[in-house]
């Protein structure tokens, strides 16, 4: 069983995620992770994130089983993943590993931008999370409430943007996606109806075989 679970950035959906794996028991990847982790290599390259050649060349040469670095969360890591993410030699490099996770005999949960969309376009299960923008920003804010509301709040309108307007794999809900608008929710609820879908869309796919 795979499951796909997209959205933009601070919407909950790798909080969902993670339950739902441990819901199913199935293993999971944050593949922001790897895009964040380019991101990061090319900045302690010294490099730009808009040279397409030199972030193709780090995510070529990306440890998968190295995503720990607690750098990947810095919010200067995460603009960075978001700009290499544009680049389509950047996504080709990651799309093997991506694909062969989900691939993987029993399953995975994976959650990104394009997972419904172009890493597993026949995912059983796919859940779009959305949440409005300034719900966004204060959850954002409060992971780390040193940083101003304002800053936070334009730096997720610029990669929301950024994210959506790209020519390769944009994010964008699958067609096949249920919609999980968790603006109204908190983490415990979300959670709960994230597993409320799942499920009901596994019985209406038991019901139809
Ligand atoms: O989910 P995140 O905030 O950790 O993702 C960081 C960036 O990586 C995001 O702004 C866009 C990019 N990304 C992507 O293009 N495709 C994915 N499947 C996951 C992330």
Redesign the pocket.
């Known amino acids: 069983m795979v499951i796909a679970v997209?959205g933009p950035?601070?919407s909950g959906?790798?909080t969902i995620a993670r339950a739902l794996a441990a819901h199913f028991g199935l293993p999971h990847m944050?593949?922001?992770?790897?895009?964040?982790a380019v991101?990061l290599a090319v900045l302690r390259a010294g490099g730009d994130p808009a040279d397409a050649a030199l972030a193709a060349k780090c995510a070529r040469m990306l440890d998968v089983t190295a995503l720990d670095d607690p750098a990947?969360r810095e919010s200067a890591t995460?603009?960075a993943?978001?700009v290499?993410?544009?680049h389509p030699e950047v996504?080709a490099a990651l799309l093997e590993c991506?694909r062969g996770f989900a691939r993987q005999p029993g399953g995975a949960v994976?959650?990104?931008?394009?997972?419904g969309t172009?890493?597993a376009p026949d995912a059983d299960i796919k859940i779009f999370v959305t949440a409005s923008l300034e719900v966004r920003a204060r959850r954002r804010q409060a992971e780390t409430p040193e940083r101003d509301l304002a800053v936070v709040h334009a730096n997720l309108a610029e990669?929301d943007a950024?994210?959506s307007g790209?020519d390769a794999?944009p994010?964008r809900q699958a067609e096949d996606a249920i919609l999980l608008d968790t603006s109204a929710m908190d983490r415990e609820a979300a959670i709960a109806r994230a597993i409320a879908l799942a499920e009901a869309r596994l019985a209406e796919k038991t019901a139809l075989r």
């Open positions: 997209d950035a601070a959906k790798g944050d593949t922001g992770s790897l895009y964040r991101g990947l995460a603009r993943a978001s290499i993410s544009a996504r991506q994976l959650d990104g931008r394009d997972i172009v890493i990669r950024r994210d790209r794999a994010l």
